[in-house]
């Protein structure tokens, strides 16, 4: 499997702390995507850095890819009780499909 | 709300049964998306598919069977169910830069 893996498999923090998770993934690429999942609910796509990009930024999310270690970060920066949920990684095994992760589940207390 | 319908949202079955789930798009988008997601597996690709009549298999396509005669819908069938099948399945669509993913809410199917 192609699969990304994300670091850590959980994550608890208290509001307005920063939280990173991480994605690993095993092949090249030609982007890279997060997805947030609130329970019981479907993905939404959350921000796409490129291959060629080192890091994007989406209001409080912060992206970074270095395609040497084939490894991506996710920073959410002054977490809220809101962002709890699951972030998934995804990578395009080619141009038809994204093969996810695992998931990080982040929980921001209030 | 990338206007992406799934039905039944949640399904009870017996082991042995066939069971199809639908994925309706009002989207008009060429690429539907069928996933199942499991505690310690993330969302795992069971089939694809590029175009009406147009279909291809993911990671884990053994047990599943997949239709598309019309652009807006995509089903999923179990042709007889099994306990290991129980999951969460979701359709997806792409928009027209392929890049983005966007996700119905799920349909819940539980095997006994």
């Known amino acids: 499997s192609q699969q990304g893996e994300e670091d850590p498999q959980a994550l608890s923090i208290q509001e307005g702390e920063n939280a990173t998770m991480n994605c690993s993934y095993k092949?090249?690429?030609?982007?890279l995507q997060w997805y947030r999942q609130n329970s019981g609910r479907g993905l939404v796509h959350l921000i796409l850095?490129?291959?060629?990009?080192r890091e994007k930024h989406s209001g409080r999310l912060r992206v970074t890819l270095d395609t040497s270690k084939k490894s991506s970060s996710l920073l959410i920066t002054a977490s809220r009780a809101a962002d709890t949920a699951s972030y998934f990684c995804a990578t395009d095994v080619n141009t038809d499909k994204l093969i996810f992760g695992t998931g990080t589940r982040l929980q921001v207390f209030p | 709300d990338a206007g992406i319908t799934q039905s039944p949202r949640h399904k009870v079955t017996e082991t042995g049964t066939p069971v199809t789930l639908r994925c309706h798009q009002t989207?008009?988008?060429?690429?539907m998306y069928w996933y199942r997601q499991d505690p310690g597996h993330g969302l795992r690709l069971i089939h694809y598919?590029?175009?009406?009549?147009?279909?291809d298999k993911g990671e884990v396509s053994d047990g599943y069977s997949v239709s598309r005669s019309k652009t807006e819908d995509f089903l999923l069938t179990l042709e007889s169910a099994t306990s290991s099948q129980t999951s969460v399945y979701f359709c997806a669509i792409t928009d027209n830069s392929g890049n983005t993913i966007y996700f119905g809410e799920g349909s819940w199917l539980t095997v006994v």
């Open positions: 598919s590029y175009g009406v009549k147009d279909t």
């Open positions: 092949t090249s690429i030609n982007n």
């Open positions: 989207e008009n988008h060429r690429y």
């Open positions: 850095i490129r291959s060629n990009e």
